[in-house]
């Protein structure tokens, strides 16, 4: 079973940032690729960013790509998303993934999930 937590969500004023913390308890940890989701009121939950287990491979929905980075430390079963230059439609509760299959970058679905974190960006 896979538990995770994610934290650092909060209220941010638009070209302000965020980093976004989700710390896993699974002992295989390193072997999961892990990534961000995120769900805006009244519209489907999208991906965001994904990691593979190594952290040699990353992927980003293009609306985020060159404002966002994800990144994990396997020491400490933690992947974080550092989020810069946040836009108003960044808005939504963001949602931490695992998943123990191949790694599937943009297409990644996720097996196991977080409680979710809200990050509001005002205009």
């Known amino acids: 079973q896979v538990q995770l937590v994610e934290s650092g969500g909060g209220l941010v004023q638009a070209g302000g940032s965020l980093r976004l913390s989700c710390a896993a308890s699974v002992r295989t940890f390193p072997r999961y690729t892990m990534g961000w989701f995120r769900q805006a009121p009244g519209k489907e939950r999208e991906f965001v960013a994904a990691i593979s287990w190594t952290g040699s491979n990353t992927n980003y929905v293009d609306s985020v790509k060159g404002r966002f980075t994800i990144s994990r430390v396997t020491a400490q079963n933690t992947v974080y998303l550092q989020m810069n230059n946040l836009k108003p439609e960044d808005t939504a509760v963001y949602y931490c993934?695992?998943?123990?299959?191949?790694?599937?970058?943009?297409?990644?679905?996720?097996?196991?999930w977080g409680q979710g974190t809200q990050v509001t960006v005002s205009a």
């Open positions: 993934a695992a998943d123990s299959r191949p790694y599937l970058g943009v297409l990644m679905i996720g097996e196991y």
